[in-house]
């Protein structure tokens, strides 16, 4: 099964001209047509972003049928988080607490996709991550996603995909993924100095390859680019990445 997924750090729709406009994430989002969408920095009734459910919005403009929302953290007034939106059932979902002591709330929302019909049909395990600012804070939160329930569960021949914003400046998480936990790197292509990621950070001159997509199992990507539309550098501080992949 081919299918397009995204993944999309929003910056809670506030754009870097400081304006918050959620008809730019839907622009942008929906000129990709994507089927599965992995967004983080999602607000949920803060004022900031006129107490919205971001999520909810996002999935009605864009007529995404289902979504699921992980809340890492609680502001005075609303909350915010990863969400999930797809055009594929959701047959499970939770938020896993990758929080590291008392540093800033972080989290890694599990979902279990159903690309086919039936008990037997297709499933896509899909965990969407926001990691912390410190090497070793990242290196930690890892470990706690490895050792997780939802995670370590997981049979190695299942199709699964970790993406999400890892803030890994230096691309010091890629040998544990790949080398530790068996996964291909699809963001990373391969030069005569080393791998190199995909820039998406930030957006209106992007330096950094924060926005990561590892892929495990029968999950094959076809292409993987980063936006490259005019809006999408002002409408948040993040690219998004854009990846074709064939499942199973």
């Known amino acids: 099964m081919r299918l397009r997924l995204v993944t999309y750090n929003i910056h809670r729709a506030i754009g870097v001209d400081r304006r918050f406009r959620p008809e730019r994430i839907v622009e942008v989002l929906r000129d990709h047509d994507p089927d599965v969408v992995l967004l983080q920095e999602v607000d949920d009734g803060a004022p900031r972003s006129n107490e919205l459910d971001l999520a909810k919005e996002l999935a009605v403009r864009l007529e995404f049928p289902h979504y699921a929302v992980g809340h890492n953290v609680t502001l005075r007034k609303g909350r915010y988080g990863n969400a999930t939106l797809s055009r594929f059932p959701i047959l499970r979902e939770r938020n896993i607490d990758l929080t590291i002591g008392i540093r800033k709330r972080r989290g890694c929302q599990h979902t279990t996709l159903a690309l086919g019909p039936g008990p037997r049909g297709a499933r896509l395990e899909v965990f969407n991550l926001h990691l912390g600012l410190s090497a070793r804070e990242r290196r930690q939160q890892i470990g706690l996603l490895a050792s997780s329930r939802e995670f370590a569960d997981l049979d190695v021949e299942q199709a699964c995909i970790v993406g999400g914003d890892t803030n890994d400046w230096r691309t010091l998480l890629r040998p544990f993924f790949v ?70």
């Open 179 to 248: 080398d530790v936990l068996d996964f291909h790197c699809a963001t990373d292509h391969e030069t005569r100095t080393g791998p190199r990621g995909i820039r998406t950070y930030p957006s209106f001159s992007p330096r950094g390859s924060l926005d990561k997509l590892f892929l495990r199992g029968p999950v094959e990507p076809v292409s993987v680019f980063r936006c490259r539309h005019r809006i999408a550098r002002v409408a948040s501080d993040h690219l998004p990445v854009i990846a074709e992949l064939d499942v199973g």
